[in-house]
């Protein structure tokens, strides 16, 4: 099964900068758009950032500026670069793709496990 692992949340004051990465890993898989999803306490869950296959990327206007998402396609990685940190930023960020599991024969839409992101001084 593909999996989706995250790494690089953590504490940080305001106005510093976070790596988050997102490594899909499993057999035979293709990859075609990837986000990064958050999730405030109390709020729903909100898409922050895409990307698709091509390189074309969107956000949300609030982290224009700041963040910014890139992918390596070879590494099946996706990450989000995010600075000038501000506490509304504090969330459970999680990774999503979609794509194609070519072993089981069927089209998926996966979720990382989240990682916490914590801007406070």
């Known amino acids: 099964q593909v999996q989706l692992v995250e790494a690089g949340g953590g504490l940080v004051q305001p106005g510093g900068s976070l790596r988050l990465s997102c490594a899909a890993s499993?057999?035979?898989?293709?990859?075609?758009?990837m986000g990064w999803y958050r999730q405030a306490p109390g709020k729903q869950r909100e898409l922050v950032a895409s990307i698709t296959r091509g390189g074309i990327t969107n956000y949300i206007d609030s982290v224009k500026g700041r963040f910014t998402i890139s992918r390596d396609n070879a590494k099946n990685t996706v990450y989000l670069q995010m600075n000038s940190l501000k506490p509304e930023d504090t969330a459970v960020y999680y990774c999503n793709a979609d794509g194609y599991d070519h072993t089981r024969g069927y089209n998926y839409i996966k979720w990382g496990q989240g990682t916490q992101v914590t801007v406070s001084s």
């Open positions: 499993g057999s035979r898989f293709s990859i075609n758009a």
